[in-house]
């Protein structure tokens, strides 16, 4: 199955991947329109230390303790890639305390969000990849 | 191959999901006393609260079943199990033959004897979907509720019942709320917090006595009247059924790391089991939905042929109140770190190199990363643990540990 | 405070109502040309910091930026232009010799802009390089004046003398690690490796991550021998001894203490922090027989497997000088032109001292054909090519193959900004610092430099077929596929061409 994999040595720390997941799942048509004046909640975050910087989304873990954890039955697996039904989501934060990557949070609402590689957008290459300048987050199969 | 389940959520669950990685053709039968589909015990309370419905609280999709090829025994409850004929009994007589049986049969909710207490009509336990829907009927604009635990569930039906009553009266026995899960400056400030929305709190005192229908005089000599009662102060395993066939049985079903019991051919998962909490080193009962699920799991990979080992079994809560979350995990004996900002509170328990257990409240962002450390026992000193006690985060582990685990390097 | 005579050259033009705040401008500008004010929740800029390298505007996920040049003006005088006062200013400010880099960008003639290319018609037809074979390798070396047999009659095809293989008549040229990045130097390296070509290591040494590129490395030896150590010359595919080079002909280079740092500092084999200061001239070569000295030494050095080229800057008597090359025993000459790039020169040096390669080449390989010298060796020229026309019309001159320094380095990123000698490059190619080194990923620079030389060379076969060439060396010398236009008689007699018409 294709992932999304992070290579360090090329993070520049610009954070585009962040303002690009934001749009993508924004559900607008246009970056401006989007995300003037708002606080993106996105679903890849940077993390950032001593000039080392690389950006952290969904693993899709085969053995996905997120999807086990779930109280609501809302996260389940479909063809490896690991959804949240945000409509049975209550909210308990219990894939919070599962993840053992930090790549479950809380959208605006106040139930829970991930990457789900964008096919619930747009389509085709996730938009954190596209919008990585320096091939530092791919979409591969390996 | 005959599987049978007696019970019919995560655990059971799990167990069909496990048996179905290894065996797509065996035969799965459910039993379960509610005439339910399989749905979320814990969100019973966000039932109430309105967060969820029925139909949404499903554990699994309408279709479970049948995409599974379960056939299921929907409020029928086994009374028995021959274990020389591979057999379980219903209570209506119908007897189900299996090569292969898992218990799960869950949890009940304990009411300690309490002088009066049969004087009291509207009195509720906290457990199942029924539950829930008896309370919600008794329970109006005008209602007093007594919820006696401050514990996890009891403080969940707090939530959900809050904003559709008068008045909530929590009694405890305990100094404070939530003792298995919090310290004492934790629990403070959950209280506070719950506090705010109207919710009283009697700590240190008990019920000595329901004088009345409406009425009931403390320890301490409070009176308290209320309309309605919720009994919230624990719960009990329900191993009766492999008791009763010379299982061992402890705290709750002894399994080993397979999830079989004693007993050939007899698997026992979730709330009705004690398993090994590694951060403690002793068996204990960890009646948590996760644990449940993971343990159903492996009994029905074991139980078709596979292989898979349920050993990292640690005490873990993620539960919140009016938007105010509390994640904690493992056990607190050890050498603490703690800072509290504000509302956020965080205490790190570290042992013999090891995370063991922690506590974070308002700020719970990433707490699975230090899950992660408690659950596969990662030295500390093989991270940064300065990083790591700043905020959970991936930068404290090593480049080549990143590099396999976001970069997929082998 | 003093007042600053100097005005910004730049304006940063930011669409408020496109900026969403990313900040993405704030944290790629090495020069710290932006800022975000979080009480206003908007984003600034600092125009007198800008080097209008387009980092920001070529980030900018929203297309918010802009770098115009800024109209504030000087009273208008054709004489003291605004630049020559801001020199004068500069000057005044800071006693110090004006320091600039990349390639000379003043308005001389470009001559490869006024020769044009010949295509067949009817007779002598074009070839269909779609349908037709068309051959771009080329060698370069010695080649035997005279055919030989073997004792049974047949032709002797095998050189015996060193060659080069170029599967296209495009080479990279030197740069030096210290004046471009580790990652630069890679996607070079990665690059003629897959094109099968070859690029140069400039006087830095070569990093040892890159022996394994050495089939396709030509080192360089330089006047400060920098690096130059036994097997740094076993290592390579050629030698180049560096005299001059076009952007500072008859000046040394200077790569202060201050890069000497960690890898460079080891590939030089020089100690941290000490300048690495290459003299103007070889210390050792005073004469044409000098020259044939060192070439013979290192010759010997690597058992006369590997051809040695001279290279040169285009200056006033390089066709006399080529000549001495030719005789040194020398296997390829190359010629630097005037607008040829640097890491850093002085300025009035780089924008005055040099003469234009296209005339440089011209009179080069005339020189070498009167002489009855021309196939003693093989001559490369460099300096500002720019497109495949460019090497079309260098071929057709009489160059064998050229060198390619500045359009490599755009095609890895670089905004010819002209800032290099700052060592703040924020493409990543013209800096030592490892925050800005890594924003060059080599995966996609070599990619990016073999898609620049594959067009070419789709272009070189398109423009070879018109004219219904179907080999490159046929092409080398063909003079008479040029034609000049806008020329004088002097410049068309130099260029050795016929005006467009004639």
Redo the contacts between chains.
């Keep these: 199955m294709k992932?999304i994999?992070?290579?360090?040595?090329?993070?520049?720390?610009?954070?585009?991947c962040e303002?690009?997941c934001a749009?993508a799942n924004s559900g607008k048509d246009d970056?401006?329109k989007a995300?003037?004046?708002?606080t993106i909640n996105p679903r890849i975050r940077i993390?950032?230390?001593n000039?080392?910087s690389?950006a952290?989304s969904c693993?899709h873990c085969e053995e996905p303790?997120?999807v086990?954890?779930c109280?609501?039955?809302a996260l389940s697996v479909n063809d490896g890639i690991i959804s949240i039904n945000q409509?049975?989501c209550?909210?308990?934060?219990?894939?919070?305390?599962?993840?053992?990557?930090?790549c479950?949070?809380p959208n605006d609402d106040?139930v829970m969000q991930k990457c789900e590689l964008c096919t619930k957008n747009a389509g085709g290459q996730p938009y954190c990849v596209q919008?990585c300048?320096?091939?530092?987050i791919v979409f591969?199969e390996? | 191959m005959k599987y049978v389940i007696i019970g019919n959520s995560a655990g059971a669950v799990g167990c069909v999901e496990g048996i179905r990685q290894v065996d797509k053709d065996g035969e799965i039968t459910i039993i379960s006393n509610e005439p339910y589909h399989t749905y979320s015990r814990p969100l019973i309370s966000y039932l109430l609260y309105g967060k969820t419905d029925e139909q949404r609280m499903k554990y699994r999709p309408d279709s479970f079943y049948e995409d599974n090829g379960v056939k299921t025994y929907l409020g029928k409850e086994a009374v028995s199990i021959d274990k020389d004929n591979k057999k379980v009994i219903l209570n209506d007589g119908t007897e189900i033959c299996y090569d292969k049986l898992l218990v799960a049969t869950g949890s009940r909710p304990f009411v300690p004897p309490m002088d009066g207490l049969d004087k009291v009509e509207n009195k509720f336990t906290f457990m199942t979907l029924d539950d829930a829907k008896a309370l919600e009927k008794a329970i109006n604009k005008d209602s007093n509720v007594l919820v006696i635990g401050a514990g996890l569930i009891g403080l969940k039906c707090v939530e959900g019942i809050c904003d559709r009553v008068k008045h909530i009266t929590v009694m405890d026995l305990a100094e404070r709320i939530l003792p298995s899960i919090l310290d004492k400056d934790g629990s403070e400030l959950v209280r506070k917090h719950i506090e705010k929305k109207g919710v009283e709190f009697i700590l240190g005192d008990s019920v000595a006595q329901f004088t009345s229908a409406n009425t009931a005089v403390s320890k301490n000599g409070l009176e308290l009247s209320f309309d309605v009662l919720v009994v919230a102060v624990g719960v009990r395993p329900n191993v009766e059924l492999v008791k009763d066939i010379g299982g061992e049985v402890g705290r709750g079903i002894v399994t080993d790391e397979r999830c079989r019991t004693s007993i050939p051919d007899i698997y026992a998962a979730g709330d009705c089991t004690e398993s090994m909490d590694i951060t403690a080193d002793q068996m204990r009962i960890l009646a948590l939905l996760p644990n449940a699920y993971m343990q159903g799991e492996t009994a029905g990979i074991t139980m078709a042929g596979g292989t898979k080992v349920y050993d990292k079994a640690i005490p873990m809560n993620a539960i919140g109140f009016f938007g105010y979350h509390i994640i904690t995990a493992g056990s607190y004996d050890g050498e603490e770190y703690v800072k509290k900002d504000g509302d956020s509170y965080k205490k790190l328990v570290t042992r013999d190199d090891r995370l063991v257990g922690y506590i974070l409240i308002g700020n719970v962002e990433r707490a699975g990363i230090y899950t992660s450390l408690i659950r596969e026992k990662r030295p500390l000193s093989s991270i940064d643990f300065d990083l790591i006690k700043e905020k959970p985060q991936l930068m404290a582990f090593s480049k080549r540990e990143r590099a396999k685990t976001l970069g997929g390097m082998k | 405070m003093p007042i600053d005579f100097l005005y910004p050259n730049y304006e940063v033009v930011r669409d408020q109502s496109r900026c969403i705040t990313c900040r993405v401008c704030e944290r790629q500008c090495a020069n710290n040309v932006h800022h975000l004010d979080k009480e206003l929740n908007t984003m600034f800029s600092d125009e007198s910091k800008c080097v209008n390298c387009h980092r920001c505007v070529s980030l900018c996920p929203t297309r918010a930026l802009k770098i115009v040049k800024t109209d504030h003006t000087f009273k208008e005088n054709a004489n003291w232009t605004g630049e020559a006062i801001a020199d004068v200013y500069r000057q005044a400010g800071t006693g110090g010799v004006l320091l600039a880099s990349m390639g000379n960008p003043k308005p001389y003639p470009i001559y490869w802009d006024k020769m044009l290319i010949n295509a067949s018609q009817v007779t002598n037809p074009s070839i269909d390089p779609l349908r037709e074979p068309m051959e771009t390798k080329t060698f370069l070396g010695q080649k035997p004046s005279k055919i030989e047999r073997d004792e049974n009659g047949k032709l002797i095809t095998k050189y015996k003398t060193p060659q080069l293989e170029l599967s296209v008549p495009i080479m990279f040229s030197a740069m030096s690690y210290g004046s471009i990045s580790y990652n630069a130097h890679e996607s070079l390296a990665r690059a003629a490796s897959e094109l099968k070509t070859f690029y140069n290591t400039g006087e830095g040494g070569l990093h040892k991550d890159f022996y394994r590129y050495g089939k396709n490395t030509i080192v360089q030896v330089a006047s400060g021998r920098f690096g130059v150590h036994k097997g740094f010359l076993e290592s390579c595919a050629a030698i180049e001894i560096k005299i001059g080079q076009g952007a500072k002909p008859g000046i040394g280079g200077h790569l202060p203490g201050t890069k000497i740092v960690g890898d460079i500092s080891k590939t030089r084999m020089i100690p941290v922090g000490t300048d690495a200061i290459s003299p103007a001239p070889h210390h050792d070569i005073y004469s044409i027989e000098d020259l044939r000295q060192l070439v013979f030494s290192l010759k010997e050095a690597t058992e006369y497997k590997k051809p040695v080229i001279v290279k040169i800057a285009a200056v006033h008597n390089v066709a006399a000088i080529a000549s001495g090359i030719a005789r040194s025993g020398a296997d390829i000459i190359a010629i630097d032109g005037y607008r040829g790039g640097t890491g850093a020169a002085p300025t009035r040096i780089r924008d005055n001292v040099g003469i234009p390669i296209e005339l440089a080449l011209a009179s080069v390989d005339k020189r070498l054909r009167d002489e009855g010298i021309r196939g003693n060796v093989s001559v490369v020229i460099g300096g500002s090519i720019r497109n495949s026309a460019d090497i079309v019309k260098a071929i057709a001159l009489g160059a064998d193959a050229v060198y390619i320094g500045t359009s490599a380095l755009l095609a890895l990123g670089c905004h010819l900004c002209r800032s290099c000698q700052s060592g703040k490059c924020n493409w990543g190619i013209a800096t030592q610092r490892p925050e800005l080194v890594r924003r060059l990923n080599p995966e996609i620079g070599y990619k990016r430099l073999v898609n620049l030389v594959t067009a070419w060379e789709h272009e070189i076969k398109e423009m070879m077929g018109g004219m219904g060439i179907n080999s490159i060396e046929a092409l080398r010398g063909n003079r008479l596929m040029l034609r000049g236009i806008g020329l004088n008689e002097k410049e068309l007699s130099i260029l050795g061409i016929k005006h467009a018409g004639e």
């Design positions: 992932r994999y992070v290579n360090e040595k090329w993070c520049l720390g610009c954070h585009l303002y690009y749009f970056m401006v995300l003037k004046n708002i993390e950032e230390h000039n080392i690389f952290v693993r303790l997120c086990k954890s109280i609501s039955g409509d049975k209550v909210g308990c934060f219990t894939c919070v305390l599962a993840c053992p990557y930090g479950v949070m106040g919008g300048p320096n091939k530092a591969e390996r």
